[in-house]
């Protein structure tokens, strides 16, 4: 079963940065393209990032492009997301979820990690 | 990028069906076979309940089905039940990055 785990959240203040982390031990995310989703508190969910099985396709919700990378390392069954001059609308919780196969777009989802920017 | 439009929320009683809404644009919901539909309890994260506009996991009750007309999709609750009441969100791949989601809908089971 697919257990996605995040981690790196944590309070941090306007202007910082914090990387996140996400991996699972049991399913290899090799072939498999990723993404971020985001959920404010009381609010929706919001796509942030996509990024495919090779990392040679990567994208980025206009609301991030060029303060947030996406990257990962297959050998180390593991997703990032390095996020630079945070602000407090980035206040969130942080999902990974994975595409699966056969048009099952985001079709597991780890528990979250809570970004808070505050100052 | 803008998000997918839902209703706020939509009620019914036990035993009833109820349907959510979900449009978007050519670019999105109406040029793709690939919608989306997630439900949420509080404090968990997101399940996908529907893809592909129609495709239930396994694991997922028949109770739920899907569909799409032009650029709306919708999520259809069938006998409907207490453990039903939760959010639902849609998602499509999109001309423009590769996802958008809905604002969500909160279902109340009367």
């Known amino acids: 079963e697919v257990q996605l785990v995040e981690s790196g959240g944590g309070l941090v203040k306007p202007g910082g940065s914090l990387r996140l982390s996400c991996s699972d031990s049991e399913f290899s995310f090799s072939p498999y393209s990723m993404n971020w989703v985001r959920q404010a508190p009381g609010k929706g969910l919001e796509w942030v990032s996509f990024i495919s099985s090779s990392s040679n396709v990567i994208y980025y919700a206009d609301s991030v492009k060029g303060r947030f990378t996406i990257s990962r390392d297959n050998a180390k069954n593991s997703l990032y997301l390095e996020m630079n001059s945070l602000r407090a609308e980035d206040t969130a919780l942080y999902y990974c979820?994975?595409?699966?196969?056969?048009?099952?777009?985001?079709?597991?989802w780890g528990q979250g990690t809570q970004v808070t920017v505050s100052s | 990028q803008s998000a997918l439009t839902q209703p706020a929320s939509v009620s019914g009683s036990p035993g009833q069906s109820i349907t959510i809404s979900c449009t978007g644009t050519s670019s999105d919901v109406g040029g793709y076979e690939l919608v989306s539909w997630f439900q949420q309890f509080p404090g968990k994260a997101p399940k996908l309940l529907i893809y592909?506009?129609?495709n239930r996991p396994s694991g997922v009750s028949n109770r739920f089905s899907g569909s799409k007309s032009d650029n709306t999709a919708s999520l259809t609750i069938s006998g409907l039940q207490a453990e039903d009441e939760a959010d639902y969100y849609c998602?499509?791949?999109?001309?423009?990055?590769?996802?958008?989601f809905g604002g969500g809908t909160k279902v109340t089971v009367l």
């Open positions: 592909a506009v129609s």
């Open positions: 998602s499509s791949y999109t001309d423009a990055t590769t996802r958008v």
């Open positions: 979820a994975r595409d699966g196969s056969g048009y099952r777009l985001l079709d597991s």
